[in-house]
């Protein structure tokens, strides 16, 4: 499974853009990205899965360029509600057996108003 | 999507004893896996949990300390034994169906005194 390196915490302002950076470098072929959002006491919450290029759902999008080493979660005009840890996520989820997840240590967002 | 249950929420224990978590999906998936968040901690995989047969689990999770059943498509447990402070976690059981990705359960609070 790819290793995932993300910043630890981010710290923004509500109304604005929040971007966070991935760094996978072993990505696989067969890998898809996938992030998850976890509030305090709550399990993680899918957000958005690609393999290539953009991918965009009414929550987030997510820009995956060409070599697919790195990938890049965008939230657009965040609130309050939407601190929370952020994790990014590498691995074959297509195949029905041994979909396991390895959960880095994940990015810290704290939207101050 | 599916709706996953956890009981219970939150549980506070002698060390020494054991705690049985259970696990119910709304919908028959194909997957089920049980994970644990220590404090502050990311999430680590502990088994996945195979329908009529024995859990598969992660390096450094052992059977007799983590038991784990899943009689049917929708139901799950898992068993912490022989509780000692360390724990003290909060434990998750996800869900996937085929080729799809995972959905997590609320979470279980486990302290340990």
């Known amino acids: 499974l790819a290793k995932t390196t993300q910043p630890i915490s981010m710290d923004s302002y509500e109304g604005q853009e929040v971007n966070i950076t991935c760094s996978h470098n072993?990505?696989?072929?067969?890998?898809?990205i996938t992030w998850y959002q976890q509030f305090p006491s709550q399990g993680p919450r899918f957000i958005i899965q690609g393999y290539k290029t953009k991918v965009t759902n009414e929550v987030a999008s997510l820009f995956i360029p060409a070599d697919r080493k790195s990938s890049t979660l965008s939230l657009p005009r965040v609130s309050l509600s939407d601190t929370a840890v952020y994790y990014c996520l590498v691995g074959d989820q297509i195949k029905a057996a041994g979909n396991k997840l390895t959960f880095g240590g994940g990015t810290r967002v704290l939207v101050k108003p | 999507s599916a709706v996953i249950s956890q009981k219970p929420s939150r549980d506070i224990c002698q060390r020494g004893t054991s705690l049985t978590i259970q696990c119910q999906v709304d919908s028959q998936v194909t997957m089920m896996f049980w994970y644990r968040q220590q404090p502050g901690q990311s999430l680590t995989l502990i088994a996945t949990?195979?329908?009529?047969?024995?859990?598969?689990?992660e390096s450094g999770f052992v059977i007799d300390k983590f038991p784990i059943s899943r009689p049917n498509l929708t139901f799950s447990t898992l068993t912490v034994s022989n509780l000692s402070p360390e724990d003290s976690s909060i434990y998750l059981c996800s869900v996937a169906f085929a080729s799809e990705t995972q959905y997590f359960g609320p979470g279980t609070r486990l302290l340990v005194l």
């Open positions: 949990a195979n329908q009529g047969s024995e859990a598969t689990y």
């Open positions: 072993n990505i696989a072929t067969n890998d898809y």
